[in-house]
T-cell receptor, first 115, second 111 residues
Framework: DTGVSQNPRHKITKRGQNVTFRCDPI?????LYWYRQTLGQGPEFLTY????????KSRLLSDRFSAERPKGSFSTLEIQRTEQGDSAMYLC?????????????FGPGTRLTVL | GEDVEQSLFLSVREGDSSVINCTYT??????LYWYKQEPGAGLQLLTY?????DMKQDQRLTVLLNKKDKHLSLRIADTQTGDSAIYFC???????????FGAGTRLAVHP
């Protein structure tokens, strides 16, 4: 399968714990996006990488959130000191900056539940 | 600011046409999209339209764009039970192509 993959698919944690999610984009896609989707809502943009550079961050991305893409391939999203309000589906998407550059392909998401 | 609005629910009979509507606010949006989300699955890009077009047809799907009113619609012809899902309208915003999504329209297809 050559689509966007995300791990884990589900994560249950207790309030105050740290969690980390991983996204593997489509090979050769140099743009990578993180979105968050809460129940009954559409996805909301969190952050964007072009290769390894993080070029845009939403105001939704508080200081407890950090995202990295160290080698310009896979990306990680870490949430520190989780809160119940962090419970959501975290979606990753990737695109190419030249070939049909506007199309974003989404992964299946990581569902986070904070107890 | 950027905002995308959709009606939340649509129910149609199998074989009829479905029309899902969306309004957006960013007049500088160059591309507008329709995504489909089935239970437990990720977002699937259905179709998109460039802002200088009025209409785009792709098999059973027809997208209409009224730039003056900032109104986008998706028509699904001969709707099938497999079309039951949540449909999201999205606009591309800003230099880094982030997507701004609506809250989604849940389409229910009944026999």
């Amino acid at each position: 399968d050559t689509g966007v993959s995300q791990n884990p698919r589900h994560k249950i944690t207790k309030r105050g714990q740290n969690v980390t999610f991983r996204c593997d984009p489509i090979s050769e896609h140099n743009r990578l996006y993180w979105y968050r989707q809460t129940l009954g809502q559409g996805p909301e943009f969190l952050t964007y990488f072009q290769n390894e550079a993080q070029l845009e961050k939403s105001r939704l991305l508080s200081d407890r959130f950090s995202a990295e893409r160290p080698k310009g391939s896979f990306s990680t999203l870490e949430i520190q000191r989780t809160e119940q309000g962090d419970s959501a589906m975290y979606l990753c998407a990737s695109s190419h900056d030249v070939i049909v550059q506007h199309e974003q392909f989404f992964g299946p998401g990581t569902r986070l539940t904070v107890l | 600011g950027e905002d995308v609005e959709q009606s939340l629910f649509l129910s149609v009979r199998e074989g009829d046409s479905s029309v899902i509507n969306c309004t957006y606010t960013d007049s500088s949006s160059t591309y507008l999209y329709w995504y489909k989300q089935e239970p437990g699955a990720g977002l699937q890009l259905l179709t998109y339209i460039f802002s200088n077009m009025d209409m785009k047809q792709d098999q059973r799907l027809t997208v209409l764009l009224n730039k003056k009113d900032k109104h986008l619609s998706l028509r699904i012809a001969d709707t099938q039970t497999g079309d039951s899902a949540i449909y999201f309208c999205a606009e591309r915003s800003g230099g880094y192509n982030k997507l701004i999504f609506g809250a989604g329209t849940r389409l229910a297809v009944h026999p």
